[in-house]
């Protein structure tokens, strides 16, 4: 009889492919090297720290001293000016910070001083990271849909040119906002769910574990996108084929963690205020609908039927604006290069509505569904408050970035890329993707 192998017994998840061991085995096998999503992230790093060299010449030159080289742009400075004043010492009063991001550059000005291209250059690297992880939750995507390693592969390269050329990821990367920071930690909850969701049950407590700590993060930069991530989840375990006690346990979960942050079971405390129409026109004109690049879509309060159709028309833009007859100056008409890819990803995600509201009514999402749940009911919550296009682009990130992950799969039978052979005989019919894979597949 053959040796018994010494060491713990592993199993190999059914989606991820991965190996078990100590109980954070499947969250490290799930966020290790993976060749594709490293070519990319780099890629998107160069590309980014490019862009944010040359906008800081710019910005400088311009008399704007580094910061965003727009009128409207003052929550860069805002955030580089409580950072330096938090790194210093300084009396400042915590309890007006809007979030937790101030925090993080104070931490990196007791290393660096205050140092603007140095908070740069950390928004980049975070912003490449999300690229990464962005490719990773294609990925898993990619695998539930049971794809071979070649056009496994393809979906993942798909996604990283997507994700990594993405024009307002790239401009936003440079500038002192957290919305890349959100965009990337989004992007790193939606691999830890859907490892959670789609993998045994030693894997998804790991993973529960990760989506707990990212969730809580989130709560403190932008509370509502962790509502829409709990929202999409909730909505996913109820419409899929998971088991009953797994079911109660992440609805349990949506229900308490919300409570334990300060956002009240099922975050209605936080809420409380959006479920009020006329608070929420009024807010939505004040503060979103104001400026030059505000769209003049109103809310009725008193009108059920035109609150409606404005969010919807609100909707729409979030997803696709500006759109033609929204350009008004030649600085909206840059959000054109921000559309492009929308246009493409919307047409191609119209002919997939049928069947995912079919899944949905027969109470069969499928893994990969999470991520559009997600970012259709963020786009729909943003459409409630939001009436300005620059707004809209910047708030929209992980919206677009979550739609370009699912939508992935499915361009894989529009772009045709050459098949390579490998280099065994050609008899064999061995294809470099059907080979064997590496350490970093």
Same mark, same amino acid.
């Given at each position: 009889m053959p040796a018994r192998r010494e060491g713990k017994e592993t199993h190999r998840d059914s989606y991820s492919g991965i190996?078990?061991?100590?109980?954070l085995s499947p969250v490290v096998a799930v966020f290790k090297l993976y060749r594709p999503a490293i070519v990319w992230a780099s890629v998107a790093f160069g590309v980014r720290v490019a862009t944010a060299i040359a906008l800081h010449i710019y910005s400088v030159e311009a008399g704007y001293q580094g910061f965003v080289p727009l009128e409207s742009g003052a929550d860069d400075r805002y955030y580089f000016e409580t950072g330096a004043a938090l790194a210093a010492g300084a009396d400042v009063d915590v309890t007006m910070l809007p979030n937790i991001y101030p925090y993080l550059l104070a931490a990196l000005f007791r290393v660096t001083g205050p140092d603007l !291209?140095?908070?740069?250059?950390?928004?980049? !690297?975070?912003?490449?990271?999300?690229?990464?992880?962005?490719? %990773?939750?294609? @990925?898993?995507?990619?695998?539930? &849909? @049971? %794809?071979?390693?070649y056009e496994e592969r393809k979906v993942a390269n798909i996604s990283g040119a997507l994700l990594a050329f993405y024009p307002a990821s790239v401009f936003y990367s440079g500038q002192l906002v957290k919305d890349t920071i959100i965009q990337a930690l989004s992007l790193c909850l939606l691999v830890a769910l859907l490892h959670m969701f789609t993998s045994?049950?030693?894997a998804r407590l790991a993973s529960a574990l990760v989506a707990i700590v990212g969730l809580v993060l989130l709560f403190w930069l932008r509370g509502y996108l962790a509502v829409a991530l709990l929202a999409a989840s909730g909505i996913y375990v109820i419409a899929s084929r998971s088991r009953p006690g797994w079911k109660l346990g992440v609805l349990l979960g949506i229900v308490v963690l919300p409570y334990v942050v300060g956002f009240g079971p099922l975050s209605l405390s936080a809420?409380? @205020? /959006?479920?009020?129409?006329?608070?929420?026109?009024? /807010?939505?004109?004040?503060v979103y609908g104001i400026g030059r690049s505000s769209l003049g879509i109103w809310l009725t309060p008193g009108d059920p039927v035109g609150f409606l159709m404005g969010w919807a028309y609100s909707f729409i833009s979030i997803l696709l604006?500006? #759109?033609? /007859?929204?350009? $008004? $100056?030649?600085?909206?008409?840059?959000?054109?290069?921000? $559309?492009?890819?929308? /246009?493409?990803? !919307?047409?191609?995600?119209?002919?997939?509505?049928?069947?995912?509201? &079919?899944?949905?009514l027969k109470l069969k999402l499928q893994p990969g569904d999470l991520v559009f749940l997600f970012?259709?009911? #963020?786009?729909?919550?943003?459409? %409630?408050? $939001?009436?300005?296009l620059?707004?809209?682009?910047?708030?929209?990130?992980p919206v677009l970035s979550a739609l370009y992950v699912y939508v992935s799969p499915m361009l894989r039978g529009i772009i045709q890329v050459p098949r390579l052979r490998s280099r065994s005989s050609p008899a064999d019919g061995v294809h470099i993707g059907q080979a064997k894979r590496s350490r970093y597949s």
């Open positions: 190996e078990r061991g100590t109980f !291209m140095a908070a740069k250059l950390l928004n980049v !690297m975070i912003s490449a990271l999300g690229v990464y992880f962005g490719v %990773l939750a294609a @990925r898993i995507v990619a695998r539930t &849909s @049971r %794809l071979t390693h045994r049950r030693h809420l409380s @205020r /959006w479920l009020d129409p006329e608070w929420l026109a009024d /807010w939505r004109a004040n604006g500006p #759109l033609p /007859w929204q350009v $008004s $100056s030649s600085t909206v008409a840059i959000g054109l290069l921000d $559309s492009f890819a929308a /246009w493409v990803t !919307m047409a191609v995600l119209l002919g997939q509505l049928p069947p995912f509201g &079919s899944r949905l970012a259709l009911i #963020l786009a729909g919550g943003i459409a %409630l408050f $939001s009436d300005n620059g707004a809209n682009i910047r708030l929209r990130l």
